[in-house]
T-cell receptor, first 109, second 113 residues
Framework: GENVEQHPSTLSVQEGDSAVIKCTYS??????FPWYKQELGKGPQLIIDIRSNVGEKKDQRIAVTLNKTAKHFSLHITETQPEDSAVYFC????????FGTGTSLTVIP | NAGVMQNPRHLVRRRGQEARLRCSPM?????VYWYRQLPEEGLKFMVY????????ESGMPKERFSAEFPKEGPSILRIQQVVRGDSAAYFC???????????FGPGTRLTVL
């Protein structure tokens, strides 16, 4: 089955700086890579996703890159704001998703 | 357009009782997924269902756990004879089709005393 690893587990940045979270996956059959943001006591919220026929995708301050050869993908958040503080999960798969263990991001005002 | 609905939001059961968790997918979505999240951990896939069919239950324990998604009504995740280790947050997600974006509900937090 798929194995997704995510780093770092915790990340603190100053407001306005960039944050980068990295994930690797093992199953070359995976073709869909979503990123979720989870706030305390809530369900995960899809923030951006990428498919394996695309190398990069951007949505305002959030971007995701995918290197299918190396089997890794990354989330980039620029100009971070305190409201970006949350736990972020990467996932990989086809129908069912396999999640990383999460990155707790703290943006310090 | 309501999102994915889950109820109850919190459920307390004593060891040996049954827990029933309900999930109503987004309007128009016919694919439902159940995940379990232990404290400080990521989400673990349990089961993938379409209307009246279980497509993939490879992540679900073989005993005590079952899931259904009937033609009418919500999807149900049923845990029989609960044990303390079943305490977790259970999330349901739905999608329009397979290999498509999954939208998550707010979860049911199960506590087994």
């Amino acid at each position: 089955g798929e194995n997704v690893e995510q780093h770092p587990s915790t990340l603190s940045v100053q407001e306005g700086d960039s944050a980068v979270i990295k994930c690797t996956y093992s199953d070359s059959a995976s073709n869909y890579f979503p990123w979720y943001k989870q706030e305390l006591g809530k369900g995960p919220q899809l923030i951006i996703d990428i498919r394996s026929n695309v190398g990069e995708k951007k949505d305002q301050r959030i971007a995701v890159t995918l290197n299918k050869t190396a089997k890794h993908f990354s989330l980039h958040i620029t100009e971070t704001q305190p409201e970006d503080s949350a736990v972020y999960f990467c996932a990989a798969g086809r129908n069912q998703f396999y999640f990383g263990t999460g990155t707790s991001l703290t943006v310090i005002p | 357009n309501a999102g994915v609905m889950q109820n109850p939001r919190h459920l307390v059961r004593r060891r040996g009782q049954e827990a029933r968790l309900r999930c109503s997918p987004m309007k128009g979505h016919s694919h439902v997924y159940w995940y379990r999240q232990l404290p400080e951990e990521g989400l673990k896939f349990m089961v993938y269902l379409q209307k009246e069919n279980i497509i993939d239950e490879s992540g679900m324990p073989k005993e005590r756990f079952s899931a259904e998604f009937p033609k009418e009504g919500p999807s149900i995740l049923r845990i029989q004879q609960v044990v303390r280790g079943d305490s977790a947050a259970y999330f349901c997600a739905s999608s329009l089709a397979d290999n498509n974006e999954q939208f998550f509900g707010p979860g049911t937090r199960l506590t087994v005393l």
